[in-house]
């Protein structure tokens, strides 16, 4: 059974950090595309930052381009995201993400939000 547990969310004033993870339990396809996703209230939820470490390629929305890193420890088979110079506009509840890519996806079918597997979310809230 397949289980994504996030953790390290919080609460930060703008400007602040913050670090992300996910664990994969269970998970043991080679070929994916791991991502964090976030969900701000009363909007759709919207990809952030996806990796697929068989490729080599990592793809980023706009919002957080030069901010956000994503990054993976295959040896703890856990997902990261490193949040900085956090902004009020990235409050939201963040989840983690995987599915199967074969190859890898173009950035609109990376961000997508059509992915198999999710974690049940962590709360981020930045502060002004």
């Known amino acids: 059974q397949v289980q994504l547990v996030e953790s390290g969310g919080g609460s930060v004033q703008a400007g602040g950090s913050l670090r992300l993870s996910c664990a994969f339990i269970g998970y043991t396809y080679s070929w994916s595309c791991m991502a964090w996703f976030r969900q701000a209230p009363g909007k759709e939820r919207e990809g952030v930052a996806v990796?697929?470490?068989?490729?080599?390629?990592?793809y980023y929305a706009d919002s957080v381009k030069g901010r956000f890193t994503i990054s993976q420890d295959n040896a703890k088979n856990t997902l990261y995201l490193q949040m900085n110079s956090l902004k009020p506009e990235d409050t939201a509840v963040y989840y983690c993400?995987?599915?199967?890519?074969?190859?890898?996806?173009?950035?609109?079918?990376?961000?997508?939000?059509?992915?198999?597997?999710w974690g049940q979310g962590t709360q981020v809230t930045v502060s002004s």
């Open positions: 993400a995987a599915k199967v890519c074969l190859q890898p996806p173009t950035t609109i079918q990376a961000l997508d939000v059509n992915y198999y597997y």
């Open positions: 990796m697929h470490p068989s490729g080599g390629n990592t």
